[in-house]
């Protein structure tokens, strides 16, 4: 039984972000997580990125579609920081500051992995531009989901975008980078795996952000 009290002190105010490779499950997560801390009659932000934010959707349109395969790694990495700005002046800052908890589907723990470590711009390199740009760059604890590319590739049954296009040396390597990150960050990084059942992740999701890792 959690204490919604205990719960509601623990959470005003922090910044969760649920993350991983293609297919891992994340954006599954992130919505029920949002769910279950609605449920606890919390206020909550849930959103995505790069998204979310009119200027966010816009650029993920772009990103993600297949004819830009041309793309750098380093224009990739502008494009998703702009559409993360923007998101953190229109939303996530704003919910921060009233205290709401946010939760987010991806961040720049994303484009550390993809772009940073898999495509070779530099893991460090990311995350100055990120506090180049923005006032808060890392959250209060990321929960990143980690699964094969195998197991990844059976979940997505539909048309793939630009970046799921990618080739599976890619992919490996976001997984590592991933699990970099987990090991740069331990002390909010919490590494999941994500073969189980939805159910059974979903549990462990709300452990993590209800002991703090």
């Not at 997560?29 to 009659?41: D, T």
């Not at 890392?138 to 094969?148: A, E, F, G, M, S």
């Not at 999941?192 to 939805?198: F, G, R």
Request: with cysteine.
């Amino acid at each position: 039984m959690v204490n919604a009290s205990a719960l509601n002190d623990k959470l005003a105010g922090k910044f969760i972000v649920l993350d991983g490779p293609d297919g891992c499950g994340k954006s599954t997560q992130a919505r029920l997580l949002w769910e279950w801390i609605e449920g606890q009659g919390l206020e909550v932000g849930a959103y995505r990125d790069p998204g979310t934010t009119m200027i966010g959707e816009r650029i993920r349109e772009i990103l993600l579609d297949p004819v830009h395969e041309q793309m750098a790694d380093n224009v990739e990495v502008l494009l998703y920081m702009a559409a993360r700005a923007q998101l953190w002046k229109e939303k996530i800052g704003p919910d921060l500051d009233a205290g709401r908890c946010v939760i987010m589907d991806r961040w720049i723990s994303s484009t550390c992995a993809y772009q940073g470590y898999a495509g070779g711009f530099g893991i460090e390199k990311v995350i100055q531009l990120g506090s180049d740009c923005m006032e808060r760059v890392w959250p209060d604890i990321t929960i990143v989901l980690d699964i094969d590319r195998e197991t990844a590739m059976k979940r997505m049954n539909r048309q793939l975008d630009r970046m799921e296009q990618k080739s599976a040396e890619y992919h490996e390597k976001v997984r590592q980078g991933f699990i970099r990150l987990a090991e740069i960050f331990p002390e909010n990084s919490v590494l999941l795996d994500a073969n189980q059942s939805v159910e059974e992740i979903h549990k462990q999701v709300i452990e993590a952000i209800s002991t703090g890792k």
